[in-house]
Nanobody, 115 residues
Framework: QVELVESGGGLVQPGGSLRLSCVSS????????MGWHRQVPGKQREVVALITGGDRTTYADSVRGRFTVSRDNAKRMVYLQMNILKPEDTAVYYC?????????WGQGTQVTVSS
């Protein structure tokens, strides 16, 4: 079992920044793919950013150049640095891990971008 806990969400003005954090209950050096997804009410959850054990990253087109995903295996942490935030980035953000063929999710953290 993997437990993931996100933090760092909140209310921010357009153009601002936030950093989301996700801590894992297990050593993430053995977790090949971790990442961030987001969901707004009435819409499907979508991939925001993924990072592999070799630090290869992929991003949704809508966030590329503004968001950066990173991981710190020693701290069992995954981060999402979000810059130049837009109102359309408003969503619940979920941390995800793919481990031993199973997907694990955190409980989510709300990000609201509004003036």
């Amino acid at each position: 079992q993997v437990e993931l806990v996100e933090s760092g969400g909140g209310l921010v003005q357009p153009g601002g920044s936030l950093r989301l954090s996700c801590v894992s209950s297990v050593d993430i050096s053995n977790i090949n793919i971790m990442g961030w997804h987001r969901q707004v009410p009435g819409k499907q959850r979508e991939v925001v950013a993924l990072i592999t054990g070799g630090d290869r990253t992929t991003y949704a087109d809508s966030v590329r150049g503004r968001f950066t995903v990173s991981r710190d295996n020693a701290k069992r942490m995954v981060y999402l640095q979000m810059n130049i935030l837009k109102p359309e980035d408003t969503a619940v953000y979920y941390c995800q891990a793919l481990w031993n063929g199973k997907y694990y999710w955190g409980q989510g953290t709300q990000v609201t971008v509004s003036s």
